[in-house]
Protein backbone atom coordinates (compact mmCIF):
# COMPACT_ATOMS: atom_id res chain seq x y z
CA UNK A 1 0.00 0.00 0.00
CA UNK A 2 1.13 3.28 -0.98
CA UNK A 3 2.50 5.33 1.98
CA UNK A 4 0.13 8.32 0.72
CA UNK A 5 -2.82 6.52 0.74
CA UNK A 6 -7.38 7.31 1.42
CA UNK A 7 -7.28 6.41 5.25
CA UNK A 8 -3.40 8.30 5.68
CA UNK A 9 -3.47 9.84 9.41
CA UNK A 10 -7.16 8.39 9.48
CA UNK A 11 -7.14 7.01 13.15
CA UNK A 12 -10.41 5.47 13.88
CA UNK A 13 -13.65 4.17 11.68
CA UNK A 14 -15.17 7.74 12.38
CA UNK A 15 -12.35 9.73 11.87
CA UNK A 16 -12.55 7.96 8.12
CA UNK A 17 -15.76 8.60 7.80
CA UNK A 18 -15.81 12.51 8.88
CA UNK A 19 -13.02 13.11 6.16
CA UNK A 20 -14.43 11.00 3.51
CA UNK A 21 -18.07 11.89 4.08
CA UNK A 22 -18.01 15.47 4.88
CA UNK A 23 -14.25 16.97 4.98
CA UNK A 24 -12.42 15.53 1.67
CA UNK A 25 -14.58 17.23 -1.01
CA UNK A 26 -15.08 20.76 0.56
CA UNK A 27 -13.84 23.66 -1.21
CA UNK A 28 -10.90 25.87 -0.08
CA UNK A 29 -11.28 29.59 0.90
CA UNK A 30 -7.89 30.46 1.31
CA UNK A 31 -8.41 33.75 3.07
CA UNK A 32 -4.70 34.92 3.89
CA UNK A 33 -1.83 33.63 1.30
CA UNK A 34 1.64 35.10 0.06
CA UNK A 35 0.74 33.85 -3.91
CA UNK A 36 2.14 36.32 -6.32
CA UNK A 37 -0.79 37.85 -7.94
CA UNK A 38 1.34 38.68 -11.23
CA UNK A 39 1.77 35.19 -11.53
CA UNK A 40 -1.64 34.58 -11.45
CA UNK A 41 -2.81 37.23 -13.48
CA UNK A 42 0.14 35.69 -15.72
CA UNK A 43 -0.81 32.14 -15.70
CA UNK A 44 2.90 31.03 -15.29
CA UNK A 45 3.35 27.90 -16.91
CA UNK A 46 5.22 25.24 -14.77
CA UNK A 47 7.23 22.99 -16.13
CA UNK A 48 10.09 22.70 -13.47
CA UNK A 49 9.66 20.84 -10.17
CA UNK A 50 12.78 22.59 -8.18
CA UNK A 51 10.92 25.75 -9.54
CA UNK A 52 7.68 25.09 -8.47
CA UNK A 53 8.74 23.60 -5.19
CA UNK A 54 11.91 24.82 -3.93
CA UNK A 55 11.83 28.50 -5.06
CA UNK A 56 11.09 30.80 -1.78
CA UNK A 57 10.28 28.26 0.42
CA UNK A 58 12.15 28.92 3.70
CA UNK A 59 10.50 25.99 4.94
CA UNK A 60 12.58 23.42 3.19
CA UNK A 61 15.38 25.81 3.11
CA UNK A 62 15.80 25.41 7.03
CA UNK A 63 15.59 21.18 6.31
CA UNK A 64 18.52 21.29 3.69
CA UNK A 65 20.96 23.53 5.89
CA UNK A 66 20.48 21.13 8.55
CA UNK A 67 21.22 18.51 6.46
CA UNK A 68 24.62 20.16 5.77
CA UNK A 69 24.01 20.98 2.19
CA UNK A 70 25.80 23.71 0.55
CA UNK A 71 23.66 27.22 0.30
CA UNK A 72 24.47 27.55 -3.74
CA UNK A 73 21.87 24.21 -3.82
CA UNK A 74 19.72 26.11 -1.76
CA UNK A 75 19.41 30.17 -2.65
CA UNK A 76 22.20 29.59 -4.91
CA UNK A 77 22.80 29.23 -8.25
CA UNK A 78 22.82 25.80 -8.68
CA UNK A 79 20.98 23.68 -11.44
CA UNK A 80 17.56 23.38 -11.01
CA UNK A 81 18.43 19.11 -11.20
CA UNK A 82 21.12 18.92 -8.40
CA UNK A 83 18.85 21.75 -6.11
CA UNK A 84 16.22 18.44 -6.25
CA UNK A 85 18.50 16.13 -5.54
CA UNK A 86 19.90 17.69 -2.86
CA UNK A 87 16.61 18.45 -1.34
CA UNK A 88 16.02 14.69 -1.88
CA UNK A 89 18.49 13.94 0.20
CA UNK A 90 16.95 16.42 3.00
CA UNK A 91 13.55 14.74 2.69
CA UNK A 92 14.50 11.27 3.52
CA UNK A 93 16.12 12.73 6.49
CA UNK A 94 13.22 14.81 7.36
CA UNK A 95 10.62 11.81 9.15
CA UNK A 96 8.98 13.07 12.07
CA UNK A 97 8.80 16.90 10.14
CA UNK A 98 5.65 17.99 8.75
CA UNK A 99 7.55 18.70 5.21
CA UNK A 100 8.17 14.61 4.75
CA UNK A 101 4.38 14.62 4.51
CA UNK A 102 3.41 17.69 2.86
CA UNK A 103 6.08 16.64 0.14
CA UNK A 104 4.81 13.17 -0.27
CA UNK A 105 1.29 14.75 -0.15
CA UNK A 106 2.09 17.03 -2.96
CA UNK A 107 4.01 14.49 -5.25
CA UNK A 108 0.42 12.24 -5.30
CA UNK A 109 -2.05 15.20 -5.61
CA UNK A 110 -0.25 17.05 -8.00
CA UNK A 111 2.06 14.46 -10.30
CA UNK A 112 0.51 11.22 -9.36
CA UNK A 113 3.58 9.74 -8.30
CA UNK A 114 3.11 7.58 -5.30
CA UNK A 115 6.45 6.38 -5.06
CA UNK A 116 8.64 7.67 -1.55
CA UNK A 117 11.26 10.55 -2.74
CA UNK A 118 15.07 9.41 -1.73
CA UNK A 119 18.52 10.72 -2.74
CA UNK A 120 18.31 7.42 -4.82
CA UNK A 121 15.28 8.08 -7.20
CA UNK A 122 15.45 11.46 -6.92
CA UNK A 123 16.65 12.44 -10.47
CA UNK A 124 13.53 10.05 -12.01
CA UNK A 125 11.08 11.39 -9.90
CA UNK A 126 12.23 15.06 -11.08
CA UNK A 127 11.82 14.04 -14.78
CA UNK A 128 8.89 12.21 -14.15
CA UNK A 129 7.37 15.47 -12.38
CA UNK A 130 8.42 17.57 -15.15
CA UNK A 131 6.71 15.72 -17.82
CA UNK A 132 3.79 15.41 -15.60
CA UNK A 133 3.61 19.50 -15.86
CA UNK A 134 4.69 19.50 -19.63
CA UNK A 135 1.97 16.56 -20.37
CA UNK A 136 -0.71 18.15 -18.67
CA UNK A 137 0.15 21.71 -19.47
CA UNK A 138 0.41 22.69 -15.58
CA UNK A 139 -0.21 26.29 -15.06
CA UNK A 140 -0.72 28.03 -11.70
CA UNK A 141 -4.65 29.05 -12.71
CA UNK A 142 -4.64 25.49 -13.24
CA UNK A 143 -3.24 24.36 -10.16
CA UNK A 144 -5.43 26.73 -8.15
CA UNK A 145 -9.01 25.28 -10.04
CA UNK A 146 -7.90 22.14 -9.75
CA UNK A 147 -7.40 22.07 -6.28
CA UNK A 148 -10.89 23.59 -5.67
CA UNK A 149 -9.95 26.79 -4.32
CA UNK A 150 -13.24 28.98 -4.22
CA UNK A 151 -11.50 32.33 -3.29
CA UNK A 152 -7.87 33.68 -2.41
CA UNK A 153 -6.57 36.87 -0.74
CA UNK A 154 -3.23 37.78 -1.31
CA UNK A 155 -0.78 39.75 0.37
CA UNK A 156 -0.31 43.70 -0.68
CA UNK A 157 1.52 46.24 0.11
CA UNK A 158 -0.73 50.04 0.94
CA UNK A 159 1.34 51.61 -2.10
CA UNK A 160 0.84 48.27 -4.45
CA UNK A 161 -1.41 49.78 -7.63
CA UNK A 162 -3.35 45.87 -7.55
CA UNK A 163 -3.28 46.19 -11.03
CA UNK A 164 -2.71 42.43 -11.54
CA UNK A 165 -5.86 41.74 -9.20
CA UNK A 166 -8.05 43.76 -11.96
CA UNK A 167 -6.19 41.67 -14.91
CA UNK A 168 -7.53 38.33 -12.94
CA UNK A 169 -10.84 39.72 -12.56
CA UNK A 170 -11.23 40.65 -16.31
CA UNK A 171 -10.38 36.71 -16.95
CA UNK A 172 -13.70 35.48 -17.45
CA UNK A 173 -12.43 31.78 -17.74
CA UNK A 174 -10.75 31.56 -14.31
CA UNK A 175 -13.58 30.88 -11.54
CA UNK A 176 -11.23 31.62 -8.25
CA UNK A 177 -12.18 34.73 -6.58
CA UNK A 178 -8.46 36.34 -5.99
CA UNK A 179 -8.89 39.47 -3.83
CA UNK A 180 -6.07 41.66 -2.42
CA UNK A 181 -5.72 41.80 1.44
CA UNK A 182 -3.99 45.30 2.85
CA UNK A 183 -0.48 44.65 4.68
CA UNK A 184 0.70 48.07 6.13
CA UNK A 185 3.78 46.08 8.65
CA UNK A 186 5.81 49.36 7.95
CA UNK A 187 3.76 51.81 9.78
CA UNK A 188 4.82 50.02 13.05
CA UNK A 189 8.71 50.68 12.08
CA UNK A 190 8.59 53.94 12.96
CA UNK A 191 12.47 55.27 13.87
CA UNK A 192 13.26 52.44 11.20
CA UNK A 193 14.69 53.19 7.49
CA UNK A 194 11.40 51.38 6.31
CA UNK A 195 9.42 53.73 8.27
CA UNK A 196 11.02 56.35 6.28
CA UNK A 197 10.78 54.80 2.88
CA UNK A 198 7.13 53.91 3.66
CA UNK A 199 6.08 57.93 4.43
CA UNK A 200 7.74 58.85 1.29
CA UNK A 201 6.14 55.89 -1.43
CA UNK A 202 3.09 56.60 0.47
CA UNK A 203 3.09 60.75 -0.42
CA UNK A 204 4.03 59.45 -4.02
CA UNK A 205 0.41 57.90 -4.09
CA UNK A 206 -1.47 59.95 -1.95
CA UNK A 207 -0.58 63.49 -1.02
CA UNK A 208 2.04 65.56 0.81
CA UNK A 209 2.59 64.21 4.24
CA UNK A 210 4.09 65.90 7.37
CA UNK A 211 2.28 65.33 10.39
CA UNK A 212 0.46 62.08 12.26
CA UNK A 213 -2.85 63.34 10.85
CA UNK A 214 -2.08 63.28 7.36
CA UNK A 215 -0.23 60.06 7.15
CA UNK A 216 -3.04 58.36 8.85
CA UNK A 217 -5.20 60.39 6.04
CA UNK A 218 -3.27 58.92 3.65
CA UNK A 219 -3.62 55.56 4.87
CA UNK A 220 -7.37 55.71 5.06
CA UNK A 221 -7.04 56.73 1.14
CA UNK A 222 -5.49 53.34 0.48
CA UNK A 223 -7.46 51.49 2.29
CA UNK A 224 -10.83 53.18 0.46
CA UNK A 225 -8.52 52.29 -2.78
CA UNK A 226 -7.91 48.44 -1.61
CA UNK A 227 -12.05 48.55 -0.71
CA UNK A 228 -12.98 49.75 -4.27
CA UNK A 229 -11.36 46.92 -5.64
CA UNK A 230 -12.79 44.48 -3.40
CA UNK A 231 -10.24 44.40 -1.08
CA UNK A 232 -11.93 43.17 2.61
CA UNK A 233 -8.92 42.17 5.03
CA UNK A 234 -6.52 43.46 6.57
CA UNK A 235 -3.45 41.52 8.21
CA UNK A 236 -0.81 42.97 10.15
CA UNK A 237 2.81 40.79 11.17
CA UNK A 238 3.83 42.14 14.60
CA UNK A 239 6.94 41.12 16.63
CA UNK A 240 4.97 41.70 20.15
CA UNK A 241 1.89 43.44 21.10
CA UNK A 242 2.22 46.32 22.86
CA UNK A 243 -0.18 48.69 24.06
CA UNK A 244 0.97 52.29 25.83
CA UNK A 245 -1.43 55.12 26.36
CA UNK A 246 -0.53 57.99 24.43
CA UNK A 247 -1.90 61.60 23.05
CA UNK A 248 -1.72 63.27 19.96
CA UNK A 249 0.28 65.52 20.56
CA UNK A 250 3.01 62.98 21.70
CA UNK A 251 1.76 61.09 18.32
CA UNK A 252 2.56 64.17 16.46
CA UNK A 253 6.30 64.89 18.29
CA UNK A 254 7.02 61.16 17.68
CA UNK A 255 6.33 61.38 13.94
CA UNK A 256 8.32 64.48 13.73
CA UNK A 257 11.09 62.95 15.24
CA UNK A 258 11.08 59.96 12.83
CA UNK A 259 10.65 62.14 9.67
CA UNK A 260 14.05 63.79 10.91
CA UNK A 261 16.00 60.39 11.28
CA UNK A 262 15.89 61.26 15.43
CA UNK A 263 16.20 58.84 17.90
CA UNK A 264 12.63 56.73 19.17
CA UNK A 265 12.45 55.33 22.07
CA UNK A 266 11.18 51.89 23.04
CA UNK A 267 8.50 53.72 25.06
CA UNK A 268 7.31 55.65 22.25
CA UNK A 269 7.44 52.81 19.66
CA UNK A 270 4.87 51.17 21.48
CA UNK A 271 3.19 54.42 21.90
CA UNK A 272 2.99 54.94 17.84
CA UNK A 273 1.82 51.11 17.37
CA UNK A 274 -1.14 50.91 19.72
CA UNK A 275 -1.77 55.01 18.02
CA UNK A 276 -1.48 53.17 14.68
CA UNK A 277 -3.84 49.77 15.38
CA UNK A 278 -6.12 52.11 16.98
CA UNK A 279 -6.48 54.24 13.82
CA UNK A 280 -6.56 51.32 11.30
CA UNK A 281 -9.11 49.32 13.11
CA UNK A 282 -11.20 52.31 13.41
CA UNK A 283 -11.05 52.32 9.36
CA UNK A 284 -11.69 49.29 9.05
CA UNK A 285 -14.72 48.54 10.94
CA UNK A 286 -16.09 51.86 9.81
CA UNK A 287 -15.91 49.45 6.33
CA UNK A 288 -16.97 45.85 7.59
CA UNK A 289 -13.55 44.85 7.03
CA UNK A 290 -11.47 41.78 9.19
CA UNK A 291 -8.38 42.57 10.89
CA UNK A 292 -5.83 39.92 11.41
CA UNK A 293 -2.56 40.19 13.57
CA UNK A 294 -0.07 37.57 13.14
CA UNK A 295 2.82 38.51 16.28
CA UNK A 296 5.62 36.50 17.59
CA UNK A 297 8.38 36.06 14.95
CA UNK A 298 11.99 37.09 15.80
CA UNK A 299 13.22 37.48 11.87
CA UNK A 300 16.67 37.66 10.47
CA UNK A 301 18.59 35.80 13.19
CA UNK A 302 21.59 34.65 11.75
CA UNK A 303 24.21 38.09 10.94
CA UNK A 304 26.23 36.46 8.77
CA UNK A 305 23.53 34.68 6.47
CA UNK A 306 21.50 37.71 6.37
CA UNK A 307 24.41 39.82 5.02
CA UNK A 308 25.15 36.81 2.83
CA UNK A 309 21.63 35.81 1.04
CA UNK A 310 19.25 38.31 2.65
CA UNK A 311 16.08 38.43 4.72
CA UNK A 312 13.48 36.00 5.34
CA UNK A 313 15.67 33.30 3.50
CA UNK A 314 14.95 31.03 6.86
CA UNK A 315 16.70 32.12 9.74
CA UNK A 316 13.57 32.93 12.12
CA UNK A 317 12.27 31.86 15.15
CA UNK A 318 9.36 32.05 17.92
CA UNK A 319 9.42 35.33 19.94
CA UNK A 320 8.43 35.57 23.67
CA UNK A 321 6.86 38.43 25.08
CA UNK A 322 6.21 39.98 28.93
CA UNK A 323 2.62 40.42 30.17
CA UNK A 324 1.11 39.52 26.39
CA UNK A 325 -2.27 39.11 28.46
CA UNK A 326 -2.32 42.90 29.80
CA UNK A 327 -1.17 44.15 26.50
CA UNK A 328 -3.49 42.18 24.03
CA UNK A 329 -6.85 42.81 26.39
CA UNK A 330 -5.94 46.30 26.88
CA UNK A 331 -5.57 46.75 22.99
CA UNK A 332 -8.63 44.94 22.13
CA UNK A 333 -10.62 46.69 24.91
CA UNK A 334 -8.95 50.59 23.18
CA UNK A 335 -11.27 49.46 20.14
CA UNK A 336 -14.07 48.13 22.21
CA UNK A 337 -14.50 51.34 24.14
CA UNK A 338 -14.32 53.64 21.19
CA UNK A 339 -17.01 51.30 19.38
CA UNK A 340 -14.75 50.45 16.61
CA UNK A 341 -13.52 46.67 17.75
CA UNK A 342 -13.39 45.16 13.92
CA UNK A 343 -14.10 41.47 13.15
CA UNK A 344 -10.16 40.23 14.46
CA UNK A 345 -8.08 37.25 13.62
CA UNK A 346 -5.09 36.67 15.99
CA UNK A 347 -2.26 34.34 15.16
CA UNK A 348 0.06 33.58 18.08
CA UNK A 349 3.43 32.03 16.72
CA UNK A 350 4.29 31.21 20.20
CA UNK A 351 2.08 28.38 21.08
CA UNK A 352 2.70 28.58 25.07
CA UNK A 353 0.68 31.53 24.51
CA UNK A 354 -2.82 29.74 23.29
CA UNK A 355 -4.50 29.76 26.34
CA UNK A 356 -4.03 33.63 26.70
CA UNK A 357 -5.42 34.58 22.95
CA UNK A 358 -8.57 31.83 23.77
CA UNK A 359 -8.99 33.44 27.10
CA UNK A 360 -8.91 37.40 25.69
CA UNK A 361 -10.58 36.27 22.35
CA UNK A 362 -13.94 35.73 24.68
CA UNK A 363 -13.74 38.71 26.45
CA UNK A 364 -14.80 40.62 22.90
CA UNK A 365 -17.41 38.44 21.83
CA UNK A 366 -20.11 40.64 22.41
CA UNK A 367 -21.77 42.14 19.14
CA UNK A 368 -25.12 40.33 18.77
CA UNK A 369 -25.49 38.42 14.99
CA UNK A 370 -21.27 37.81 14.60
CA UNK A 371 -20.65 34.00 15.45
CA UNK A 372 -16.90 34.50 17.63
CA UNK A 373 -16.37 37.76 15.98
CA UNK A 374 -12.71 37.75 17.29
CA UNK A 375 -11.06 34.52 16.10
CA UNK A 376 -8.24 32.42 17.12
CA UNK A 377 -6.38 32.08 14.17
CA UNK A 378 -4.93 28.51 12.62
CA UNK A 379 -1.97 27.23 14.10
CA UNK A 380 1.00 29.85 12.15
CA UNK A 381 4.26 28.74 10.64
CA UNK A 382 6.25 26.67 13.44
CA UNK A 383 2.89 25.51 14.35
CA UNK A 384 1.61 24.48 10.89
CA UNK A 385 2.30 21.34 12.25
CA UNK A 386 0.11 17.85 13.62
CA UNK A 387 0.69 19.17 17.15
CA UNK A 388 0.76 22.85 16.63
CA UNK A 389 -2.72 22.12 15.10
CA UNK A 390 -4.16 19.99 17.73
CA UNK A 391 -2.89 22.29 20.39
CA UNK A 392 -4.47 25.48 18.96
CA UNK A 393 -7.80 22.95 18.50
CA UNK A 394 -7.48 22.26 21.91
CA UNK A 395 -7.01 25.30 23.18
CA UNK A 396 -10.14 26.81 20.90
CA UNK A 397 -12.46 24.22 22.41
CA UNK A 398 -11.23 24.54 25.45
CA UNK A 399 -11.74 28.31 25.70
CA UNK A 400 -14.13 29.38 22.98
CA UNK A 401 -16.41 27.84 20.30
CA UNK A 402 -14.51 25.13 18.03
CA UNK A 403 -17.70 24.83 16.26
CA UNK A 404 -17.36 28.76 15.22
CA UNK A 405 -13.66 28.26 14.16
CA UNK A 406 -12.60 29.97 10.17
CA UNK A 407 -10.14 26.78 9.61
CA UNK A 408 -7.20 26.42 8.01
CA UNK A 409 -5.25 28.67 4.93
CA UNK A 410 -2.23 28.35 3.18
CA UNK A 411 -0.40 31.30 4.46
CA UNK A 412 1.93 30.31 1.53
CA UNK A 413 3.99 31.72 -1.35
CA UNK A 414 3.52 28.08 -2.93
CA UNK A 415 0.98 27.07 -5.82
CA UNK A 416 1.06 23.47 -4.71
CA UNK A 417 0.46 24.23 -0.74
CA UNK A 418 -3.19 23.03 -1.18
CA UNK A 419 -2.63 19.80 -0.04
CA UNK A 420 -1.94 21.34 3.64
CA UNK A 421 -5.77 21.79 3.41
CA UNK A 422 -6.22 18.31 3.17
CA UNK A 423 -3.24 17.42 5.28
CA UNK A 424 -5.80 19.38 8.23
CA UNK A 425 -8.84 17.92 7.19
CA UNK A 426 -7.30 14.87 8.16
CA UNK A 427 -5.90 16.19 10.97
CA UNK A 428 -9.08 17.50 11.80
CA UNK A 429 -11.38 14.36 11.38
CA UNK A 430 -8.78 12.46 13.36
CA UNK A 431 -9.33 14.93 16.29
CA UNK A 432 -13.16 14.88 16.51
CA UNK A 433 -13.46 11.48 15.57
CA UNK A 434 -11.24 10.21 18.51
CA UNK A 435 -13.37 12.42 20.93
CA UNK A 436 -16.30 10.94 19.73
CA UNK A 437 -15.03 7.16 20.18
CA UNK A 438 -13.71 8.33 23.76
CA UNK A 439 -17.71 9.35 24.29
CA UNK A 440 -16.56 13.36 24.74
CA UNK A 441 -18.78 14.00 21.55
CA UNK A 442 -21.45 12.65 20.80
CA UNK A 443 -21.99 10.38 18.14
CA UNK A 444 -24.51 12.57 15.97
CA UNK A 445 -24.06 12.28 12.21
CA UNK A 446 -25.83 15.67 11.59
CA UNK A 447 -23.92 17.35 14.58
CA UNK A 448 -20.57 16.15 12.97
CA UNK A 449 -21.26 16.69 9.97
CA UNK A 450 -21.95 20.28 10.88
CA UNK A 451 -18.88 20.78 12.67
CA UNK A 452 -16.76 19.41 10.14
CA UNK A 453 -18.07 21.11 6.94
CA UNK A 454 -18.35 24.59 8.99
CA UNK A 455 -14.30 23.95 10.13
CA UNK A 456 -13.48 23.26 6.74
CA UNK A 457 -15.51 25.83 4.77
CA UNK A 458 -18.70 27.31 6.02
CA UNK A 459 -17.35 29.57 8.83
CA UNK A 460 -14.80 31.42 6.47
CA UNK A 461 -17.38 31.84 3.86
CA UNK A 462 -19.81 33.09 6.49
CA UNK A 463 -17.86 35.27 8.23
CA UNK A 464 -15.46 37.06 5.60
CA UNK A 465 -18.41 37.18 3.42
CA UNK A 466 -16.34 37.52 0.24
CA UNK A 467 -18.00 35.67 -2.36
CA UNK A 468 -21.49 34.54 -3.04
CA UNK A 469 -22.44 31.60 -4.19
CA UNK A 470 -25.71 30.20 -6.45
Known amino acids: MAFINENFMLENEIAKHLYHDFAKDMPIYDYHCHLDPKQISDNVKCDNIAELWLSGDHYKWRAMRAQGIEEKYITGDAEPLEKFKKWAEALENSIGNPLYHWSQLELKMYFNIDDLLTSDNAEEIYHRANDYLKEHQVTTQSLISNSNVNLI ?279 IGDLVEKGEIPNDDRLLQKMIENICYNNAYHYFKLIKED
Not at 246 to 257: D, P
Not at 322 to 348: F, G, Q, R, S, V
Open 153 to 431: CTTDNPTDDLAYHDAIKAQDDFKTVVLPAFRPDDVFKVGEPAFLEFVQKLERTTHNIENATQFVEALNQRIQYFHDKGGRLADHGLEEIHFENYTTQEIETIFTKALNKEDISTHEQFQFQTFMLNALSKAYYERGWVMQIHFGAIRNNNTKMFEQVGRDAGFDSIRDQNNLAYHLNATLDMMEKENHLPKTILYNLNPIYNDIVGSTIANFQTEPGIQSKVQHGAGWWFNDTKRGMLRQMSSLADQGLLMHFVGMLTDSRSFISYSRHDYFRRILSTF
